[in-house]
């Protein structure tokens, strides 16, 4: 309604003006010029009074039809159809809001637009388009909106100080040397053949998936802060007993390197001094410093339960979308998930996640929001590079044929 106002505003402008003949005369002259250009006086002037004739009668349909606003518009005929209105009854249906009566701050003005009129094409366009419309989203039954979730879910921030600094912890303490670990190994380096061999081609076939063809969210796994294969794998999240790790295949595993808040100390995992444990001092008490695997998975004191309960205490969040009784975060995106894949249709059923994968999915964008800052003193140096494997080819096949990789810093 708005910018078919403007529309005519602007074309009543180009009429006062004479603007809207200045097509028509270049029309003309175009005609006259080519034809006296091209033969003699007397052919010329047949052939230009056939083209003025022939152009003007096309282009004066194509104004009447396409330029000149003739049909009009009243705002009291526009509908805007919300589909999928949950009644008390839990039916699904389909309301018109019209017009004036939206009930958001345009009605105001909205009631101050008089007199619009629109080209004849443009007014066809809009009704077809319109019953075009109509007729699909009747015929589609109604979903939760995973989008809408999907959107509210990434303008949320780590809002607790707490949270975050622990979160940064981890990242800097268990994720980045994990990952520099991985990529490392991955290109020829140290524990190749532990990790590029053995242990992530393993990983991948564990959950049935090919190191070549389709992408899945398990060959991204090794980005995750939360990566699976980290927590599995002996030497990036795992547990190791440090007397014994630098012997063993895949080296050391990762822990807190100063105690974490709120976790208890153990003796045998965090080697503080004798002294320290006998005379503890009053003002700076002493918390254990876990493995990384412990850190992220523990369900009492784990950073992924935190974050996960960190989200769910959103209010915003949570009241984007209904939320049944006593229904957690990751129960919610699960139900709105598998509805929204049941109503596509069983050709979505390859594209669905299990449980375990939206509940990954979920964290990965709560935490994009908040990167870490790394540096050099907590986890040091860089990301590392990301290996592209070519399409079609195992990534352990071209590792055994030392093809050249491409890397991305």
Request: aromatic share 12%.
């Amino acid at each position: 309604m708005f910018g078919w106002s403007i529309y005519g505003s602007m074309y009543d402008l180009f009429r006062a003006s004479g603007l809207l003949l200045f097509p028509f005369i270049m029309m003309i002259i175009k005609n006259w010029k080519e034809p006296l250009q091209s033969q003699n006086d007397k052919a010329a002037s047949l052939v230009s009074q056939s083209r003025v004739n022939f152009d003007a009668l096309a282009m004066l349909a194509v104004f009447m039809i396409a330029v000149v606003p003739t049909s009009g518009l009243d705002v009291n005929e526009v509908r805007y159809r919300v589909a999928c209105t949950d009644q008390a009854g839990g039916t699904d249906v389909f309301t018109n809001v019209v017009g004036r009566n939206t009930g958001t701050t345009y009605d105001a003005h909205l009631a101050a637009i008089n007199n619009v009129k629109i080209p004849v094409l443009w007014w066809l366009t809009l009704s077809v388009g319109s019953g075009v419309n109509s007729a699909i989203s009747t015929s589609f039954t109604c979903f939760e909106d995973i989008k809408g979730l999907d959107m509210q879910l990434r303008n949320l921030t780590i809002k607790n100080q707490g949270l975050r600094h622990e979160y940064m912890r981890f990242a800097n303490e268990c994720f980045l040397p994990a990952k520099s670990k991985y990529t490392e190994a991955m290109r020829g380096g140290q524990h190749y053949e532990h990790v590029a061999r053995q242990t992530w081609p393993n990983f991948l076939l564990s959950r049935n998936i090919a190191t070549g063809g389709v992408r899945t969210p398990e060959h991204d796994d090794w980005m995750f802060i939360g990566s699976h294969y980290y927590l599995e794998t002996s030497g990036f999240y795992k547990e190791h007993d440090k007397r014994l790790c630098e012997n063993l295949f895949g080296g050391c595993g990762f822990q807190a390197r100063s105690g974490v808040y709120n976790w208890p100390v153990n003796q045998t995992r965090d080697f503080y001094p004798q002294e320290l444990i006998n005379n503890p001092d009053p003002n700076k008490p002493l918390y254990g410093k876990p493995y990384c695997d412990e850190w992220w998975e523990d369900g009492a004191r784990g950073l992924k339960a935190k974050l996960l309960n960190s989200i769910e205490a959103s209010k915003d969040y949570m009241a984007y979308t209904p939320t049944n009784p006593g229904e957690t975060l990751t129960q919610k995106v699960i139900r709105l998930s598998n509805n929204a894949f049941t109503a596509i249709g069983n050709a979505a059923a390859r594209y669905t996640f299990t449980d375990e994968q939206l509940e990954d999915m979920v964290i990965n964008n709560y935490v994009a929001q908040d990167p870490p800052s790394f540096s050099a003193d907590k986890g040091g140096g860089s990301l590392g590079p990301t290996i592209l494997p070519t399409s079609g080819r195992t990534l352990q096949g071209r590792l055994e044929k030392k093809e050249q990789l491409h890397w991305l810093p």
